[in-house]
């Protein structure tokens, strides 16, 4: 039973560390192919195998039985790790502000846009509050609803009033 709760504090172990200083063990898993196999998926392998046998063969006395149960437990856990560090590591990309995202957005004039020069707007884009330069084809007051036009630069764009403009 001692060896069981070896291999599970050893798989606590590795995880913890594997969480707290990231991917310790990249690199070495590459061999095998698969993103599946990680520093993650290791730890979680050998925690679930050590405490599910150790379980297992305390209520037993088999350390067949420990062993069965053990890999089996061990696989699905490690299994699991597997699959959710891989859907965490290749996820997120489309929140990602592009300038091609820019495009059509609406928001709203942050500081004046004079007529010859930039001033700054606010777009949320993909949940990210993005403030970039702007150009427009007339001087535009703070607070004007804007609508981009055309991406002059990852940073600046170009804007059109959304409100009519007003004549006296």
């Not at 707290?20 to 392998?45: N, P, R």
């Not at 820019?102 to 004046?112: E, N």
């Not at 804007?146 to 059109?160: D, K, Q």
Request: charged share 10%; net charge negative.
């Amino acid at each position: 039973m001692t060896a069981f709760l070896v291999f599970g504090v050893i798989g606590l172990v590795l995880l913890t560390v594997s969480l707290v200083l990231g991917e310790v063990f990249e690199g070495i898993f590459d061999a095998f192919g698969s993103d599946l196999i990680s520093g993650a998926s290791v730890a979680a392998f050998l925690g679930a195998f050590g405490f599910a046998g150790a379980l297992v063969f305390n209520a037993t006395d088999s350390t067949g039985g420990a062993v069965a149960a053990g890999l089996a437990s061990g696989v699905v856990v490690g299994g699991l790790a597997g699959v959710l560090t891989l859907a965490l590591r290749k996820g997120g990309d489309e929140a990602t502000v592009r300038s091609s995202t820019l495009l059509d957005r609406t928001g709203a004039v942050v500081s004046a846009i004079p007529a010859e020069g930039y001033g700054d707007v606010s777009i949320v884009v993909a949940g990210h509050i993005t403030r970039l330069n702007a150009r427009a084809g007339q001087a535009l007051p703070a607070g004007t609803p804007v609508r981009v036009t055309a991406v002059l630069s990852p940073t600046s764009v170009m804007v059109e009033s959304l409100t009519p403009p007003k004549h006296l």
